[in-house]
Each structure stands twice: as C-alpha cells, then as structure tokens.
C-alpha cells in the first residue's frame, strides 16, 4: 500500500510541475500504435468447491438483429426496445461463451464454439491445454457449439468423455446433418447420454430446456451451497430475448416452445436469485435476472462472484 501512495504522489508532483517543464520539447515521442478493440479470453470464480471459468471462444458483429431476435416485432417496437437500451437496432454483437468448471476432481467443459482454435486460444490464455479436459458436455448439436470438437488435427480434447442429452443426440443421428455427421457421429463410443434431472458429475445436473434445438439442455451447477446456471442457448441477446421473450427467434428450432422455456427457465432464476452464464451473452456472459412486469432484465455480475473467495 505504501509503495502505491509513494508512487501515486510522485506521479501527482510530477504533473504539477508540469507547467514549469519549459525544455521538454513538443511531441518528443513517436504516437504509439493503435491497438484495436479487445477483450480478455476468460473469467474465472470460485462456486462453493469448484471454479467456473468462461472462455470467450470467438465474438463477431452480425447485422440486422431483427432477422435473428425479433421476427414477429415491428421494425418501430425492435428499435424502440434498442434505443431505450442504448444499443443499434442494425447491428449487434455475438459472443460465444463456453464454460468450463473445475470439480476439483475433473475438468468438464462445457460447448466448444465455432471451431478448435477460438476454445484452444482461451483455453490457453486460462492456464489450461486441451488434453486436461476430462468431460466435454455438449448442451445441443448446432455449429456454434460443436465445432470446436475437431479440426484438420482430429479430436481436440484427446483424453476427454462427451456427455449430452439423449433427445437432442437422437434427434441429429436421424437428420442426415454434416455438423453433426463430421463433428459428434466419430466421437460417439465415448458419449453417454442423459435425461432431464440426470447428472454430469456430482453438483452438475442437466435441465430440459427444450425448443431452441428438439433436445436442448440447459445445466444446473451447485457446490457449497452456490449455484450458478449454464443456460447455453435458452436465450440468445440479453436485451431482445429477455425484455421480449415471446419475440421469435430465428434459431429457435421450434420458436413457441423456445418461448415457453426461455420464460420457465429465466422466472427460476429471477425467482431463486442464481446467477447464470449465457452462451451468447455479452461477455463474461454472466449475469442476473430480474423479472419486469413484461419479461425480464439482464443484471450483469459485476464483483459479486469475487467475494466468493
Ligand atoms: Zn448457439
């Protein structure tokens, strides 16, 4: 603390006698580089026993958002809900989050993004290699989240199990889909699948959350007595999907369905208090629910996960 107020001080001094510096010569140094826009690749916090880790895999700017959040909306209420929200109502930004949680016994990692090198990159940056995975959870079969599953060098997590939910994995087996056909069919000896209410491992349980894809699973997390929910692609835009959430969404495989869970599973969380972390949230993708007389506000976690020790 001391070294902090010494430095401060002398910084203070120094610019006050700024003024007085009549020798320095103008633009003494050469303009630094610009940077560009960044974002760190990973947020990690303790839950009870375990630590959580979200691992920004990849982000990109999409045009149009009503094409994607509110296909039943007016083009006036979508850019009235944006404005009010301070957000353009002609370009939004995805972010693909997935999460990683260390039991203290196993790694288990949740959803891959879009390709192995994002996941390995934040993987990387949070301390850990690929082949530490013990347990990759797949929430549901869409690109976004199984692609990083392999590459030109095969399997990415070399010495992981896979686990998902028996609707969803039955579902794509009988699609003829190339996503799944190329990512998950090769890796089908070391799947086991689950149903609602069924366990990854001890604290991790799985949830129907059903519409979004035919067997989509949201995840309950518990150690300690803290929970935290991965709520994967419940929903999808933290203003869009969850101030409007019988607003249709593109990727909703089946939208009313999608609907009816996006507003089961967020009035849980807002009712319970439990933080949750959105696949496509903004990141670190982790926030709060707050339940308005017409759906429900994204409250974002600011410290309060770092006075969990
Ligand atoms: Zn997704």
Redesign the pocket.
């Known amino acids: 603390m001391s070294t902090f107020r010494l430095s401060r001080r002398t910084a203070l001094f120094a610019g006050a006698s700024l003024p007085f510096a009549a020798a320095l010569p103008p633009m003494a140094h050469a303009a630094a580089e610009m940077k560009g826009s960044a974002l760190p690749l990973f947020n990690r916090f303790k839950l009870g026993d375990f630590e959580v880790t979200a691992l920004l895999a990849g982000t990109r700017t999409t045009e149009k958002p009503q094409e994607t959040f509110g296909l039943d909306a007016t083009p006036e209420d979508f850019a009235a809900l944006a404005a009010a929200n301070f957000l353009p109502a002609d370009k939004t930004q995805n972010f693909f989050t997935p999460t990683l949680i260390n039991t203290g016994s196993e790694l288990v990692l949740f959803d891959t993004g879009l390709a192995p090198e994002g996941i390995t990159a934040a993987l990387a940056a949070a301390g850990y290699s690929p082949d530490q995975v013990d347990v990759v959870v797949l929430t549901h079969m ?1 690109g ?2 199984i692609g990083g599953l392999s590459g030109e060098a095969g399997p990415t997590f070399a010495k992981a199990r896979y686990v998902t939910g028996s609707v969803e994995h039955n579902h794509w087996s009988g699609a003829a889909n190339e996503g799944f056909d190329g990512k998950v069919k090769p890796l089908n000896d070391k799947m086991t699948m689950l149903e609602g209410g069924g366990t990854v491992a001890p604290g991790i349980t799985a949830l129907e959350a059903f519409g979004h894809s035919p067997g989509h699973m949201a995840y309950m997390i518990e150690s300690g007595g803290q929970r935290l929910a991965i709520t994967a ?1 419940t929903v ?1 835009h933290y203003v869009f999907s969850m101030q409007r959430p019988d607003w249709e969404v593109r ?1 909703d495989m089946d939208k009313a369905a999608g609907a009816a869970t996006r507003k089961t599973l967020l009035g849980m969380l807002a009712a319970d208090r439990i933080p949750f972390i959105g ?2 949230m903004p990141f670190p993708a982790l926030g709060f629910v707050e339940a308005q007389a017409e759906g429900f506000r994204f409250v974002p976690v600011s410290y309060q996960m770092l006075l969990n020790g």
Do not use: Q
């Open positions: 869409h976004d989240h692609d999808n990727f696949y496509h």
